[in-house]
């Protein structure tokens, strides 16, 4: 099993609609990253998160310490938004262990 | 600022052969990492350095060498190339020893897609 589960591994929505995308680990961590993965194969950091809530214009990262648990929400998608979301978390000494993604496409 | 320079963007390689996956950065980041991607796979840790003259292995280090002699360059070495070492690979810094900092992105650089024949 994996430390890091990402779902849904795959999300379609039509323009303007509010997406859900989440992140489950099964291990203590000192930090999660959520990151964006642009078609062409770029990897941006979004957020870092150790507790509580981030938001970055239509963007909202949240985080349950208790529940190991992390979401990422994006408010009026657009097709702009169509990348593989990326959910990382940090155990310890350093090493980042990463979720497979999530692949999501806005249609307009 | 270039941020993470990785060269080159595409290699192809036959069984055995050697060459080393270039990584640099401008912001004076102590912390450096390379990365692979595989299909079906989440990005795993090869190896990182949390500064000049430190390396550790990370979860698939097996195949590749690694060295840090300045705080801008992080190249990663093939000693002989395999198949299975066909992949994409991600190059990434920090600005802080301790990636769990408040402040600490990871800062990627645009990738090098490697074919092993």
């Known amino acids: 099993k994996n430390e890091v589960e990402q779902s849904p591994q795959n999300l379609t929505a039509q323009e303007g609609e509010f997406i859900t995308i989440n992140c489950s680990y099964s291990?203590?961590?000192?930090?999660l990253h959520w990151l964006q993965q642009h078609p062409g194969g770029g990897i941006v950091s979004l957020f870092m998160?150790?507790?509580g809530k981030k938001k970055h214009g239509r963007l909202i990262a949240t985080i349950n310490i208790q529940e190991k648990h992390s979401s990422l929400h994006i408010t009026a998608s657009h097709p702009r938004d169509s990348a593989v979301y990326i959910c990382?978390?940090?155990?310890?000494?350093?090493?980042?262990?990463f979720g497979t993604g999530t692949r999501l496409t806005i249609i307009p | 600022n270039a941020g993470v320079t990785q060269t080159p963007k595409f290699q192809v390689l036959k069984t055995g052969q050697s060459m080393t996956l270039q990584c640099a950065q401008d912001?004076?980041?102590?912390?450096m990492s390379w990365y692979r991607q595989d299909p079906g796979m989440g990005l795993r840790l090869i190896h990182y350095?949390?500064?000049?003259?430190?390396?550790d292995q990370g979860e698939v280090p097996n195949g590749y060498n690694v060295s840090r002699s300045t705080t801008e360059d992080f190249p990663l070495r093939l000693l002989s190339a395999a198949p299975s070492q066909t992949s994409v690979y991600f190059c990434?810094?920090?600005?802080?020893?301790?990636?769990?900092?408040?402040?600490?992105?990871?800062?990627f650089g645009n990738g090098t897609r490697l074919t092993v024949t």
């Open positions: 912001m004076n980041h102590e912390y």
């Open positions: 990434a810094s920090s600005s802080y020893r301790a990636l769990s900092s408040y402040n600490s992105p990871l800062h």
């Open positions: 990382a978390v940090l155990p310890s000494h350093e090493k980042l262990t």
């Open positions: 350095s949390v500064g000049a003259g430190i390396t």
């Open positions: 998160l150790s507790s």
């Open positions: 291990v203590g961590i000192s930090a």
